[in-house]
């Protein structure tokens, strides 16, 4: 089997295997080796070190109980001198606990016995979340030095579409062109980003068109709306990308995204911006004003505002997320409908459901619709939190 590369690199992906009993050793090995993986071996601390020094590896699996070395002073060790991944495995219950090891560095922690499949699962999360990571890393790089110019951009591209209306066409072609590009680097944090502002331009056109507004309207919208969470560029990833329960401290950290996006985005002459800029500020405000950060009610809240929270809280229910796994429509649909007068205009809601058939081709054909049953839903800790899986099961 060709040996499965890195991505951006020509090496293939390495892991080293360190464990002091030879059978686990050569059985994790020709594992590794069998699914195309480049596979080191170390029967203890010191070796794992050399080879570590010696060249590069990307995930270290490691026994705890080993003679001289042990397994937590190689993960410590280790990260003094590699960006590999560690991930370690105990059979003593008893003596580690998972927080104990996460909070070392490790980036999974398995007890023993351990099925060859699980294994292979927890290392592909492993290598996933390494890819990510690296990606993000370079996308960040890149957005220290292009977020002040695309913003300056779109100013003097606003002022140019004013000024030279003979070349209006052209000039409003590049205007679009940047303020997707400026939507694109703020989603890039997360897996799903083009797909996401593309379905969220559409969502937003299509329903704003149901509810009988003008063209213009809809035309605004349609380029606005994929700005809804340009101030994510100024949230953490640990708390963007967690997969656990916000802590009320993140949830605060997060809420201000809606802020920053309005604080970039304001004092702007375009009209395209100006509404991007109600939209960024407005579209986690609810009906009945429990949203934020002002807390509007009802149609406080500008109609642009009303339809991107709610088109954005569809396309968050049925697609993966960090935090959850997409959740099947039957269950999206009832979690919306339940929230009808509580988070979401009524009218709009009625609207929204009436031609759900429409927005779900629009989610075919921008991206994937998970083939699921109510059968197969996994609620994830946030929504448990919230008791949204409570309200959902006593509406069956």
């Known amino acids: ?4 590369e890195t991505e951006n690199t020509n090496r293939p992906v390495t892991v080293l295997i360190v464990d002091d009993e030879r059978p686990i050793q050569e059985m994790m ?3 590794f080796t069998q699914e195309g993986y480049h596979c080191l071996t170390a029967d203890n601390g010191e070796n794992a070190l050399a080879i570590i020094q010696a060249e590069p590896v990307d995930v270290v699996i490691t026994d705890i109980n080993m003679p001289g070395l ?3 002073d190689l993960l410590r060790k280790g990260q003094e001198i590699t960006s590999a991944d560690f991930i370690v495995i105990t059979g003593y219950i008893e003596d580690f606990s998972y927080e104990t090891l996460i909070a070392e560095g490790a980036s999974d922690f398995i007890y023993k016995p351990i099925s060859n499949k699980e294994i292979l699962l927890r290392f592909k999360r492993v290598l996933r979340e390494r890819e990510l990571l690296r990606e993000r890393e370079r996308i960040n790089r890149e957005l220290e030095d292009s977020n002040l ?3 300056t951009y779109a100013e003097e591209l606003n002022t140019a579409l004013t000024d ?3 070349a209006h066409n052209e000039l409003q072609s590049a205007y679009l062109d940047t303020i997707n590009r400026l939507a694109l680097a703020a989603e890039f944090k997360d897996e799903d980003t083009g797909d996401h502002i593309l379905r969220m331009s559409h969502y937003c056109a299509l329903l ?6 003008e063209n213009r309207m809809v035309q605004n919208i349609r380029y606005a709306a994929p700005m809804h969470d340009v101030g994510k560029i100024g949230i953490p ?4 990308l967690k997969p656990d329960r916000l802590t009320k401290q993140e949830f605060e950290t ?3 995204h809606t802020t920053i996006g309005a604080s970039i985005l304001s004092n702007a002459r375009s009209e395209v911006l100006k509404i991007a800029h109600d939209i960024a500020l407005t579209h986690h405000e609810k009906w009945n004003g429990k949203g934020y950060p002002k807390g509007l009610q009802k149609t406080e809240i500008p109609v642009y505002g009303r339809i991107v929270g709610l088109m954005d809280v569809f396309d968050a229910l049925t697609s993966n997320r960090p935090y959850k796994m997409a959740y099947p429509t039957e269950v999206a649909r009832d979690i919306i409908k339940n929230e009808r007068g509580a988070s979401f205009d009524p009218q709009l809601t009625d609207i929204f459901l009436e031609n759900i058939d429409e927005f779900l081709q629009i989610k075919k054909e921008t991206g994937t619709i998970e083939n699921l049953s109510p059968a197969d839903l996994q609620w994830s800790a946030r929504d448990i939190s919230a008791g949204i899986d409570r309200l959902f099961s006593l509406r069956q």
């Open 254 to 256: 997060i809420k201000t």
């Open 1 to 4: 089997m060709v040996p499965k």
């Open 149 to 151: 110019k695309l913003k």
């Open 208 to 213: 704003a068109e149901k509810c009988g507004l």
């Open 164 to 166: 030279l209306k003979s």
């Open 237 to 240: 990833d640990k708390i963007l």
């Open 29 to 31: 090995a020709l594992l």
């Open 70 to 72: 042990s397994g937590v």
